[in-house]
């Protein structure tokens, strides 16, 4: 009869020590464990009390993790009950949004919450990855990536206080400084004056050396502008093209040409051509003994031309090129 007592009050002490309040081990079977009302853990009677903390100190062995979860997630539910499988949950309002296909893991925080769903330390120091409450990924390291990275269309990729890559619309980059206020150069390859860049200055584009000292060469096997005129009026109805084929009409010396390209320091390069017939859709003068120069101008408006002396019969075929 005492020994049956002692085996009974012993067996009752040891409840008391696995199964009371505090920290406690998670059960070795079972589909959940309640820790604000635990059930059996351990064995087969299911205790009373409250844990505050869930401990696991075993060490992981081969092919053996030291805490393991197995199942996988609901998938015949909503985005509202596909709940993850492993739920992390402050009482947050229940999101509607959960994957129809399934979740692993997951969180839901209240509103309010400001802290890091995710972050990691080594040995101490400072967090080398965070996932903020705002969605905001932060990594100390390099980021490696096997398939496309995708960002927002209204986001942007940019160094800390420097600059930023934007796609404002589809087919167009746009490159700025931290402010999105404007951009200096492209640098090619380098930052001194050994390597080229593009350089911005206001709206011209410039080819500069990468250190900004000095602008450099730039070559092509081809340069086009934008409009190229072509006019037999006078005077020689251009817009705003920087080259062009006009007349000097028959009995005439001067032909004036209206362009708003002209400035008070443009370079203006005339040529005569008597092959520009098709162009102009007029006959040229082959009479090529004549000399032309640039009499006047008028900043954004028009230059004159004037001819040595007037052409006969037919009218004087010529090309102009302003340099800005």
């Known amino acids: 009869m005492k020994k049956t007592f002692l085996v009974v009050f012993l067996l009752l002490i040891f409840q008391v020590l696995a199964y009371g309040q505090g920290a406690g081990s998670l059960p070795a079977g079972g589909s959940s464990v309640d820790l604000t009302n635990p059930g059996p853990i351990g064995g087969s009677t299911p205790a009373a009390g409250t844990f505050t903390t869930v401990t696991s100190t075993a060490n992981g062995t081969a092919s053996t993790p030291s805490v393991s979860l197995t199942g996988a997630p609901y998938t015949a539910g909503t985005a509202t009950t596909n709940v993850p499988l492993f739920y992390l ?182 040529t005569e051509d008597s092959s520009l017939g098709a162009k102009l859709s007029v006959t040229c003068n082959t009479t090529l003994i004549r000399t032309y120069a640039v009499s006047a101008r008028s900043a954004g408006t028009s230059f004159t031309i004037t001819s040595s002396a007037a052409p006969t019969t037919n009218p004087a075929c010529l090309n102009y090129l302003v340099f800005n």
Do not use: Y
């Open 89 to 270: 949950n402050d009482s947050g309002v229940a999101p509607t949004t959960w994957s129809a296909n399934g979740t692993f893991a997951g969180a839901n925080a209240p509103s309010g919450f400001t802290g890091n769903f995710l972050d990691f330390h080594l040995n101490g120091g400072a967090s080398i990855f965070k996932v903020a409450s705002t969605g905001s990924v932060t990594l100390n390291g390099s980021l490696a990536s096997n398939g496309s990275v995708n960002a927002a269309g209204t986001s942007s990729m940019f160094w800390s206080g420097r600059s930023q890559i934007l796609s404002p619309l589809d087919g167009i980059i746009e490159l700025a400084n931290n402010g999105a206020s404007g951009f200096t150069r492209l640098d090619l390859g380098g930052t001194t004056s050994s390597f080229g860049a593009i350089q911005t200055n206001g709206t011209t584009t410039q080819s500069e050396l990468a250190d900004g000292t000095a602008q450099a060469p730039f070559s092509a096997s081809l340069f086009k502008t934008e409009t190229n005129c072509a006019s037999s009026a006078s005077p020689a109805v251009c817009a705003s093209a920087s080259t062009g084929s006009i007349v000097v009409a028959a009995g005439a010396t001067t032909v004036t040409v209206n362009t708003t390209n002209v400035t008070a320091n443009s370079v203006i390069q005339i």
